[in-house]
């Protein structure tokens, strides 16, 4: 079972970035949510998130605590 509020960073041979997140509680959720987009940023190219299907994901709630502020998950 995952834990929460992990960051795992590897680096693929093709020089790929790989970042794994388990689940993020809600005080730390924004400043990870900056972080990996900072990271993002800086390291250049194409992002591309994809779901983990091994984490309960609470859609509704995360869509009612983040979408007033424009905050994504997409």
Do not use: Y
Not at 10 to 24: F, H, M, N, Y
Not at 40 to 55: C, I, M, W
């Amino acid at each position: 079972m995952p834990g929460t509020d992990n960051i795992e960073f590897s680096i693929l041979e093709d020089g790929t970035i790989k970042i794994t997140t388990d689940k993020v509680s809600m005080p730390n959720h924004v400043n990870a949510e900056q972080f990996l987009r900072a990271v993002s940023q800086l390291a250049g190219g194409k992002t591309t998130r994809v779901r983990r299907v091994d984490v309960h994901h609470n859609l509704q709630r995360v869509l009612n605590d983040h979408e007033k502020d424009g905050h994504t998950h997409n």
